[in-house]
């Protein structure tokens, strides 16, 4: 780009009307100080927890319900208040908070929870067990009375099964005169049945279900935020509720409402036009779709990267035809070019299960009654798209250029 071109863009900046006063409070990690609607559920989530104040072990809690529900955003709400009311009264606490979706396998879930209540562990090398006994120990020694929250825990169970959710309900009994509760978010209302019954029933000593949000109830929390975010005048009240339609249009999910507005927002004072108006919710819509896949693809765990383009290349020579037998033969092939020791099939099978509840790939289940099933995988994922976005990652840049 010539620095021309790049000074026009600056003074188009500059004298454009401002949009935005609070950027900030579109983002995805704001914790806006009403949560309207979810009153039931924070009173819930706080009684749970209160017990931690009188020095007792609070219950597990398992939580579930749809993306943008408020799940993420309730229970940081009430962690982040008890951890304030917990410093001024002089309990003792640690509240640790994990996206397990986002550090991709358990051995960094451990080190995130390590490395949240003090602990030095490096970075690979130590077995699992190994890892989760220093970090009892350290809770021992400490007496640490610690509150983990497992968010997007689904996603981790469905690569990796139950074992790591084994270890830490188990852990009580290891670490007293400290204690661990739990809290496991799943965006999936059926990860219950990916739990053997022991985890299930250790883990969901409480259980909440958040409800998807109604478009009513959408409108009114944009309304909010967009109060907040936005300077006055600079938004119809129609772009509000078109954000509201399209995002409760599946279920009723706050995260694209938001998304939705900020990202129209931001094209709106591109623009220059000073209103954010209808149209640009609908190129913010389209927008959205495509990013969504992009940052889907770049956060999964580098064995799903790989089983997806297996998926993308299998498609692709066998049109419909694509099995998961051949999927893993493909993805063995691509492990061996990266020098990676291949998962075993039931490992590659949970992540096809991931991949297709992220809808980059669909998986149907075939019968051939007595000759058994298999599944049949197709990709929705492009291999252009899937290449611009794999290049940047260094592992395996390898095979898409
Ligand atoms: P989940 O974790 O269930 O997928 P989040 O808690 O991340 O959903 O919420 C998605 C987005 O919607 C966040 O930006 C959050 O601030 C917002 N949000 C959700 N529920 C409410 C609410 N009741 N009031 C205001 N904002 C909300
Ligand atoms: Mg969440």
Known sequence: MTSESLDSIFQRAIHNTPLFKAHQALQSDYVPDHLPFRNQQITAVGEVLAPILHQSRPSNLLIYGKTGTGKTVVTRHVTNRLDNTCKKQHVRSSFVYCNTRLSGTEYRTLAELANGVGLKIPFTGLALSEVLTRIQEHIKENALHLIFILDEIDSLVRTFGDDLLYGLTTSSEKVTPGFISLIGISNDLQFKEDLGARVLSRLSEEELVFPPYSAEELRSILTDRACVALLPNSYTSAAINLCAALSGSEHGDARRAVDLLRVAGEIAEREGVGQLEEKHVRIALQKIDQDRI???????????????????????????????????DNYADLCKKTGLEPLT?????????????????????????RYGRTKRINSQVSLETASKVFSDDQAIRHLVV
């Open 294 to 328: 992009s940052e889907a693809l770049r956060t999964l765990p580098l064995h799903a990267k790989l089983v997806l383009l297996s998926s993308i290349h299998s498609s692709r020579n066998q049109q419909s035809k694509s099995s998961s037998g051949l999927v893993y």
């Open 345 to 369: 099939q039931r490992r590659v099978s949970g992540l096809l299960t991931e991949l297709d509840t992220l809808g980059l790939v669909t998986a149907t289940v075939i019968n051939y009654g």
